[in-house]
RNA sequence: GUGGGAUUAGCUCAACGGCAGAGCGCUUCACUGUGGAUGAAGAGGUUGUGGGUUCGAAACCCAUAUCCCACCCCA
């Protein structure tokens, strides 16, 4: 035997036991029938990825938290994915038969190498659904429609989607005045509008050496509601880009609307920021406001991305759905439906006693034959025993056959959760069953 | 990556320099055809890990790991 160790999770992973599992199947596959249902097909790509398919898209500050994933005595170099996004796009680039528009989801675990935190954690599902190959607005319009189908379908009441524009950031910028190295820290202040109001932003932008000029016209510009569309439309009009994108945020309200999303829930922001260095059109996010635990989908528009793999450049946009937070969230507010079991056992034939062990198994057999999902107990052990184990395990059902079962010719079929009990003939139990499990 | 808090039985916690405990849970029994009720008995601990101080450390000091919180960033 080798050295006793203590069993441990490395920092910020976590095992999955059944009764969450349950749980996040759930989710996942409301979350799977909402992208299948807007024609998304499913994509699997492997964990690994060759180190330089990841490095320089994600920008300086998310790359340091990419994991390394070296063989020992391996000569590629290779990192665990990041995204899903980056891997999409290594993939279209090296099919481009695929037809276009090409909509795939892709729902997979990614590492960060990020100080974990309740609903952050090193090692987490991401579930993205991304168009490539269309520009219209039309589709980053479908990709919202789909986040409030998703979100509504799990049962959100309070969330609402924020719009920006990169471009129309980036025209902020330019009408600021602020070198382009420091524009990420102008963004980043920006964004923390919100949080921490007009003078923490005003604070946060000198920390991070805006000229002070800039300073000033920015903190103008924050006066502004962050949604009047036309009020920023008339300040930027020198900057074709900013326009450009103001016109892509008009008709993609447009279309959301034409697409049935309630307008109270989508809200322009003009201050609203992205990190990912590879946005370059539209950007959304979803923020729950009861429990404040971050955003809870997160995308937009790259159109540049896949040019880095490929010589034809192909416009693309899409979201990631956070269903690790989603959980979390739904878990805190009691959000699963009530009959989402504990367990997959439906039903738990007892054995009264080593005589009665075949007839048992035989009907644990047939049942399981049915489409029960069915547990046989293994030992002689008494009856109490046996129900303990399907009350701790709550299992709703349990079948009971002893002497005077035999001689009647029924089973007893045993409710846990009323205690009730009712004598079943032995050829209409299955039917029998088969009702009370749909009624549950 | 920076700063703060926590870590003792399976779980929630007590003991605050002097014999490591309680509640819940678990096992067995009261109960040879019935679980979540009641009563009794029992099992379960390298006090996160490694050093140090002390006659003596779960407790004080140092380091380290993990979790939580706030930054940073983000799903």
């Not at 920390?207 to 930027?236: C, G, Y």
Request: aromatic share 8%; with cysteine; net charge neutral.
């Amino acid at each position: 035997m080798a050295t006793w160790v203590e069993p441990r999770l490395p920092r910020g992973m976590r095992d999955i036991l059944p009764q969450k599992m349950l749980q996040r199947r759930y989710v996942m596959r409301v979350i799977e029938n909402v992208f299948e249902r807007f024609g998304f097909e499913p994509l699997q790509t492997p964990a690994l990825e060759l180190a330089q398919t990841l490095l320089g898209k994600y920008g300086p500050d998310a790359e340091k938290l990419i994991y390394d994933a070296r063989h020992r005595e391996g000569k590629e170099e290779l990192a665990l994915r990041y995204d899903l996004s980056v891997p999409l796009s290594r993939v279209v680039a090296m099919n481009p038969e695929l037809t276009k528009p090409f909509k795939r989801y892709q729902i997979a675990p990614v590492w960060r190498a990020e100080r974990p935190q309740k609903g952050r954690y090193r090692e987490f599902y991401q579930c993205d659904a991304d168009i490539v190959g269309a520009t219209s607005m039309l589709a980053d319009a479908e990709i919202i429609a789909m986040i409030f189908a998703i979100l509504s379908e799990l049962g959100f009441k309070e969330f609402v989607t924020k719009l920006n524009h990169r471009q129309v950031l980036t025209a902020l910028g330019e009408y600021s005045g602020v070198p382009t190295e420091l524009l990420g820290g102008l963004y980043r202040a920006i964004d923390k509008l919100e949080k921490i109001g007009r003078d923490g932003v005003r604070a946060e932008m000198v920390k991070n050496q805006i000229p002070a000029p800039a300073v000033e016209k920015i903190l103008a510009l924050l006066d502004l509601p962050t949604d009047d569309l036309a009020a920023w439309r008339e300040i930027l009009r020198a900057y074709p880009r900013g326009i450009a994108g103001i016109d892509e945020l008009e008709q993609l309200t447009q279309h959301t609307r034409a697409l049935g999303v309630n307008p109270a829930r989508l809200q322009v922001d003009l201050t609203m920021v992205r990190g990912l260095e590879y946005y370059t059109g539209p950007i959304f996010e979803t923020v729950v406001t009861e429990p404040k635990i971050g955003s809870l989908t997160g995308g937009g528009r790259y159109d540049g991305l896949i040019g880095l793999f490929s010589k034809t450049a192909l416009p693309a946009t899409g979201t990631t759905v956070g269903i690790e937070r989603i959980i979390d969230v739904m878990d805190e507010l009691r959000m699963f439906p009530p009959n989402l079991g504990k367990t997959v056992t439906q039903v738990l034939v007892t054995v009264f006693d080593a005589t009665q062990r075949a007839a048992s198994l035989a009907l644990g057999m047939e049942l399981r034959a049915a489409g029960v999902n069915t547990e046989v107990w293994y030992d002689a052990d008494g009856l109490g025993k046996q129900l303990k184990y399907a009350a701790a395990k709550a299992i709703p059902f349990a079948l009971i056959a002893g002497p005077d079962e035999n001689a009647a010719a029924v089973i007893t079929l045993r409710d846990l959760n009323s205690g009730e009990q009712s004598q079943i003939a032995r050829d209409e139990i299955i039917a029998r069953l088969g009702e009370k499990i749909a009624a549950a």
